[in-house]
């Protein structure tokens, strides 16, 4: 069986990692905390109310802020689970900006995921404008405010990270003028 470009399926963690030992020996040397998780997750001033997205094509994203979680929806249809045919709830969204390039005539993408760049965290309804970061290939990605400060998490809810090329349409709120305030507040952090 060939899957192509398939960017909707999903699994867990376990499966991933029980696949990959069946092939490959896998020791980690210590456990590492993919996330900085926090009793008092960050939280900002700005209203995080919604994120849309249009990748490509027909591929538009919409993700908003309804009663106490994320709800995701592409084309308009909202993402369920496929046991429980619950719409899924999201605790907090990442929108990390990456450098894209496509590779091949189908429009498979290469991402570069290591370095830094600029990040978007949505969380209990507000918005904070920041950046990421990922010096080598084995280190965690990391989120930071415009201040520096590294931002926390609550466990809980699962959190979606949406990787945009700088050219992608992105609109928070509903609105451009977020997106623009956002972007500004990056270039001076990014400044300094």
């Known amino acids: 069986m060939c899957i192509r470009d398939r960017h909707n399926l999903y699994t867990s963690g376990k499966k991933i990692?029980?696949?990959?030992?069946?092939?490959v020996p896998m020791k980690v040397a210590k456990q590492v905390q993919p996330l900085n998780y926090s009793a008092e997750p960050t939280r900002s001033d700005t209203p995080g109310n919604s994120v849309s997205i249009r990748y490509h094509g027909n591929y538009n994203l919409d993700i908003a802020w309804v009663n106490g979680a994320y709800e995701r929806s592409m084309n308009k249809v909202k993402h369920t689970d496929r046991e429980s045919n619950k719409t899924l709830r999201i605790g907090?969204?990442?929108?990390?900006?990456?450098?894209?390039?496509?590779?091949?005539?189908?429009?498979?993408?290469?991402?570069?995921?290591?370095?830094?760049?600029?990040?978007?965290?949505?969380?209990?309804?507000?918005?904070?404008?920041?950046?990421?970061?990922?010096?080598?290939?084995?280190?965690?990605?990391?989120?930071y405010d415009i201040n520096g400060n590294e931002i926390t998490f609550e466990k809980?809810?699962?959190?979606?990270?949406?990787?945009?090329?700088?050219?992608?349409?992105v609109v928070y709120n509903g609105n451009l003028e977020t997106a623009q305030l956002l972007k500004q507040q990056q270039k001076k952090f990014l400044c300094q």
């Open 156 to 169: 809980g809810l699962p959190i979606w990270v949406q990787v945009v090329s700088p050219t992608h349409k």
């Open 92 to 143: 907090a969204v990442i929108v990390q900006t990456a450098v894209m390039k496509v590779v091949d005539k189908v429009g498979r993408q290469d991402i570069s995921f290591i370095g830094s760049g600029t990040a978007v965290i949505m969380q209990k309804g507000t918005l904070t404008a920041g950046r990421w970061v990922k010096p080598d290939i084995a280190a965690m990605t990391r989120y």
């Open 17 to 23: 990692y029980d696949y990959m030992a069946s092939k």
